[in-house]
């Protein structure tokens, strides 16, 4: 009997190991799984309007059209959401995209649903209703296309104006971007940013 | 010995149960701080979105327990749960089952008491009743369900403590042995909870004191291995060794500044240890103060500190969590010595336990009614608004979400689940179309109505609004 008593609890005893390795493999690997973890800050808005019937040229960015937002960073701290970029108002100093202190290269792309035909580039810089020094000088604005057709640019150096609209004609534009150049500023500051196109 | 170990099998089940039962009925209030010093970090680093708060904005906090509960997240969403109500529930749970684990070592504390202080006549009064505190104290269980510090902090201290006292009746290699446990489970609760720093200093004088060298020098050296941890992961996340914990000390103790997030009264633990207590604290007392001699080891470091605590300005019940964990286990003990000393005196042991178990049942119940009397910062209304935000995240059109009062006051990104614009519900916000969710309580119905807005979940005070 002592015998099968020790057997027992030797038996006990490996499997209380064996469900330990296995525990602390399961958490290792998910300990790993977070520390690789690199995710892009990025929102797909839900369709919930298209442009009214008739309209020459339309916000192809704004947000109840559907598309996708993806940004380098998000001030959290402050709550400057990138959702804002795209909500069509651009009048509340609270409501604007700020991007991370530790964010050196800014860019922002947004995505559209379809390939549309993209006329212009509208920005709304911080410095339109904050200091102008929160203007964006430097960047370029990118049309983006499908694989099969290069992209068009337009380089901005030396801006100045606070709610520029810069001309971008581009064909079957599937989206934009925008790379930033910091140039003794800390962040980007934006109100708004419009892709003016047809629908 | 097989009674023995049932008891104590039984005794953790009790204070497990009665963890999950807080968890599952009570809902104990959560802190801002269980959201946004721990949790909502984890969710950030997975997901790429969440608040940053002040902390973490200046590097105040290290990263290794958003670290702990981010796998946790990463390992429930990689088997397919991916509510963020439901991970924040699991882990709720989790700290809740996992701080029953004080259970078995105040087992072990009182065992090691006794055999310390008491007689070896093989009674098991003193660790069962010193466990039996630990599993069903009220203000425990209520603390246990949550994602804050305190919670493993005070685990990993009891269980030094626990591991300093088995050294003190432990000779040779077994000694030294206890005392490396020790140094290592102090050195990790320490550096999880900086402010019970103090408390974790009491052993190694202890063992200097009686001049017992190589344990001392096994519990610094294991102390070094958690410290070295904490000073590497500092290193890499936040660029200077241990940058969190100097950073901390600087602006709560050097710099003052913990002031800015309100000052209490000096009195103010005090109050609330009697508040909490009600009438028991008086029996309580009465019953340390003659055991005194024997449950020192736990109860003055717990004074120690909570007097220590109370010359900061800035207070929170939870800060003194480790106190009331010692003062918990020094009255369990003390309660077992006096039924252990009467049962030798008078004989009828077993009837003495029975009344030690009724004295600890009226104790929980009067404790347990003072608990509902909760200080000024109570923040157990707010489950509602929790829930609010979880369902908010689970609609398929939500574009952006605001919420009534301060944004801290909420879940944060990590209950909504979803990187939209999230803000306080004001005049100022409401107008903006991107925010097509809204969470209020009944109170500001007019504000939602005047913007077009209809309700479609409500639960207790709060709505959630619509356009």
């Not at chain 1, 525990?23 to 520390?35: D, P």
Request: glycine letters at 8%.
């Amino acid at each position: 009997m002592p015998q099968l008593t020790k057997v027992r609890k030797l038996s006990q005893a490996r499997s209380l190991r064996t469900l330990g390795v296995a525990g602390a493999i399961v958490f290792v690997t998910s300990e790993a799984r977070f520390i690789a973890a690199k995710p892009i800050c990025e929102t797909t808005y839900p369709v919930k309007a298209s442009p009214p019937e008739g309209t020459a040229t339309t916000n192809l960015a704004y947000f109840e059209y559907g598309p996708t937002l993806r940004v380098s960073s998000i001030n959290f701290f402050a709550r400057h959401h990138s959702g804002y970029l795209i909500d069509g108002v651009s009048n509340s100093p609270e409501q604007k995209w700020m991007t991370d202190k530790s964010d050196r290269h800014p860019w922002l792309e947004v995505h559209f649903r379809a390939a549309h035909h993209l006329a212009a580039v509208r920005i709304v810089h911080a410095g339109a209703i904050e200091p102008s020094t929160y203007t964006a000088k430097t960047y370029t604005i990118t049309c983006l296309r499908d694989r099969k057709t290069s992209d068009v640019k337009i380089v901005i150096d030396g801006n100045k104006e606070s709610r520029p609209l810069h001309p971008l004609v581009c064909e079957r534009a599937t989206g934009i971007r925008i790379d930033f150049v910091l140039r003794g500023s800390e962040a980007v500051r934006l109100y708004e940013v419009e892709a003016v196109g047809l629908w | 010995m097989v009674k023995a170990r049932t008891l104590l099998i039984a005794l953790t089940c009790l204070g497990a149960t009665a963890r999950v039962f807080a968890w599952a009925y009570v809902h104990p209030d959560l802190h801002p701080d269980a959201f946004f010093q721990y949790w909502e970090p984890a969710w950030w680093h997975l997901h790429g979105y969440g608040w940053h708060s002040w902390e973490w904005e200046i590097g105040l906090r290290s990263w290794l327990l958003p670290a702990y509960n981010g796998a946790w997240i990463a390992f429930f969403e990689a088997i397919g749960i991916r509510n963020p109500h439901h991970l924040f529930r699991i882990m709720l749970l989790h700290w809740a089952l996992l701080s029953a684990a004080i259970v078995p070592a105040a087992w072990r504390m009182g065992a090691a008491l006794q055999k310390r202080f008491g007689n070896a006549s093989g009674s098991v009064s003193v660790p069962a009743f010193t466990a039996l505190f630990a599993a069903i104290m009220p203000v425990l269980i209520h603390f246990s369900p949550q994602t804050i510090i305190e919670v493993p902090g005070t685990l990993l201290f009891v269980w030094g403590y626990c591991h300093w006292l088995e050294s003190r009746v432990r000779f040779g290699e077994a000694e030294a042995r206890s005392a490396l446990w020790a140094g290592l489970a102090l050195s990790l609760g320490a550096c999880l909870r900086i402010p019970n720093g103090p408390l974790a200093l009491v052993p190694v004088l202890d063992m200097l004191l009686r001049r017992r060298f190589r344990p001392a020098l096994a519990c610094m050296g294991a102390a070094m291995i958690p410290l070295g941890v904490f000073a590497i992961t500092d290193w890499v996340t936040w660029g200077r060794p241990l940058h969190s914990a100097l950073a901390f000390v600087q602006y709560n103790f050097i710099e003052g500044r913990a002031i800015e997030h309100g000052i209490s009264p000096r009195d103010q633990y005090f109050d609330e240890i009697r508040t909490w207590l009600g009438v028991a604290v008086i029996p309580l007392a009465i019953l340390i103060t003659t055991q005194l001699r024997r449950v020192w080891p736990l109860f003055l470091p717990a004074v120690f500190l909570v007097c220590l605590l109370a010359t900061q300005p800035h207070k929170e019940s939870r800060f003194i969590l480790l106190p009331w964990a010692l003062g918990t286990l020094s009255a369990g003990g003390a309660l077992g010595f006096i039924v252990s000393a009467l049962g030798r005196r008078f004989g009828r042991e077993s009837l003495l336990r029975v009344l030690g178990l009724m004295f600890a049942g009226g104790v929980t119940i009067v404790h347990a009614r003072g608990l509902t009397k909760m200080p000024a910062l109570d923040y157990s209304h707010k489950w509602p608004v929790y829930e609010a935000e979880s369902w908010a995240g689970t609609q398929p059109d939500l574009t952006g979400l605001l919420v009534a009062d301060r944004l801290h006051l909420s879940g944060g990104w990590a209950l909504i689940g979803k990187n939209v614009p999230f803000e306080v519900l004001h005049q100022g916000t409401i107008g903006n179309p991107i925010f097509n969710y809204a969470i209020a309580p009944r109170e500001l119905d007019a504000l939602c109505l005047q913007n077009r807005m209809h309700v479609v979940w409500e639960k207790e005070n709060f709505r959630v609004w619509t356009r």
